[in-house]
């Protein structure tokens, strides 16, 4: 929970997050430890697959099989127009995705010691389902919904800008692209300006990667983006179901992003923002993590020169906020934690390592096995 330093904040807390704690609480013992229970029944099976021809395949094909898939039913649904039914798609597909990846982590985990969390299991769920609340379906659906009213309202200043000749396949990389350059200029903001790192600290408090947690973050911040980016793409006007088809191929490259998977990526690496990439993002170094912050591809980091992926180097499994080692893990404290005034509370000085923090993340390389950044 909050600190009982932050007095008023850690009180409202015990008070009013009391409805949130039960439900943690519920979620602990009726989804999370029966989960982690199944889910450990397949250690012995990635013993058997360790060093086989399989594991080395699934390494190698998982991630571009999956966007393959993954544009294959975008179409598939795209002919049909964006419906209730292709939306009502879109929504379950992080439920199929759960069903596929936990068990695949289990199998091919980048990192033993993130294969089970304490309870975030249970707060990363909630996240997600209120997460439609907070903005109407805003991470999943208002980007498409809203996207569509905007084409409608600006039809008459951007028709025919967008390349409609192009093949489909072309059209949906050009749209990633043109999201992502917002995207990554929004998330370097989150984390050069103070005022906006406070509510982007809520994603960065896992001590642990794995398939759902790229959904732990602050209403303020899931809403926020779908004007910075829509806007500017309904001028260009690209079809609705090429948004909706590359919002589907969001969702598959932000389940490999934070995925605790071990794949042999190679050039993929240098393309998509997954991986490598991500878990040095996650860093609770500063100077290492304030890097990689495309949202799908990484395209915009090399540009900038903010990409960071050193050849011959693993990244470590210690990730977090180095500067506050007591921010809150429960859902209540999540919410209330940037709104506290003085972010020292929550463990050191804004954005910056305190000499303890540097002295115990000091030859945090020197401490990992070298291996090609490709896997």
């Known amino acids: 929970p909050l600190p009982r330093r932050a007095k008023f904040a850690f009180h409202l807390e015990q008070w009013l997050g009391g409805p949130l704690r039960l439900i943690e609480w519920a979620g602990a013992i009726l989804i999370t430890r029966p989960i982690q229970f199944l889910l450990a029944r397949l250690d012995p099976l990635a013993q058997r697959i360790e060093g086989t021809w399989l594991k080395k395949f699934l390494e190698y094909t998982l991630f571009p099989m999956t966007l393959i898939v993954t544009l294959a039913i975008g179409f598939h649904f795209a002919e049909s127009g964006v419906t209730i039914a292709s939306l009502s798609a879109l929504a379950l597909l992080p439920v199929v995705y759960g069903l596929l990846f936990a068990p695949l982590e289990r199998l091919l985990p980048f990192s033993r010691n993130w294969l089970d969390g304490e309870n975030d299991l249970s707060v990363d769920l909630m996240m997600f389902f209120s997460g439609a609340l907070w903005g109407g379906f805003a991470k999943y659906l208002l980007s498409v919904v809203f996207f569509v009213e905007l084409v409608y309202w ?186 506290i005034p003085n972010q020292r509370v929550l463990g050191g000085e804004d954005g910056d390592l305190d000499a303890a923090d540097r002295s115990n993340l000091e030859g945090l390389h020197d401490r990992v096995a070298p291996q090609s950044s490709g896997g």
């Not at 929004?186 to 759902?212: G, I, M, N, Q, T």
């Not at 598959?252 to 240098?270: C, D, M, P, V």
């Not at 992926?309 to 506050?324: L, Q």
């Open 154 to 339: 600006l039809e008459p200043y951007g028709h025919s800008i967008w390349p409609t000749a192009l093949p489909g396949v072309a059209q949906v990389f050009l749209f990633l692209l043109i999201k992502d350059f917002f995207r990554y200029w929004f998330h370097r903001w989150l984390h050069e300006v103070p005022f906006l790192w406070r509510f982007h600290a809520v994603h960065h408090s896992s001590d642990r990667l794995y398939w759902l947690n790229g959904v732990r973050s602050h209403p303020v911040e899931v809403i926020a983006p779908t004007l910075i980016w829509s806007i500017p793409l309904a001028l260009v006007q690209p079809p609705a179901e090429i948004v909706m088809v590359s919002l589907l191929m969001s969702l598959s490259i932000g389940i490999f992003q934070h995925a605790n998977i071990k794949l042999r990526l190679g050039f993929w690496e240098y393309i998509f923002s997954i991986g490598d990439n991500h878990r040095y993002h996650h860093y609770p170094v500063k100077g290492i993590g304030d890097s990689n912050y495309g949202g799908e591809l990484i395209v915009w980091d090399i540009l900038f020169g903010t990409f960071h992926n050193p050849r011959g180097e693993t990244p470590s499994d210690k990730i977090g906020i180095g500067a506050y080692p007591d921010y809150p893990q429960t859902m209540a404290g999540m919410m209330l934690a940037p709104f």
